[in-house]
């Protein structure tokens, strides 16, 4: 399932239920991704979110919420602060 939002692409898992949450998730905007990730090794449920250049390794940022929602968010608003940034730069 892919959907467009603005300028962002979003991207979920090909294993998605309806009935459930994503166990991972990519939004990519101008030069960055961000993917949330379901981590279940704990008792508590951790969505991972981490920021990366398109096409580095290198993580710009990493971050956790207990919520999918909330980590989608989080990554989202974290890309367009990126993309802010630069367009500052270019100015």
Known sequence: MSAIVG???????????PSKEPTNTRFTLGDYIADVLLD?????????????RVGS???IFWGQEY???????????????????DGLKQA
């Open 67 to 85: 919520g999918y929602e909330d980590a989608c968010s989080e990554a989202q608003a974290y890309l367009e602060s990126l993309v802010r940034k």
């Open 57 to 59: 390794p290198s993580i």
């Open 40 to 52: 279940e090794r704990h008792h508590a449920k951790v969505f991972h979110w981490i920021v990366q």
């Open 7 to 17: 300028r962002m692409h979003i991207v979920a898992s090909p294993a998605v239920q």
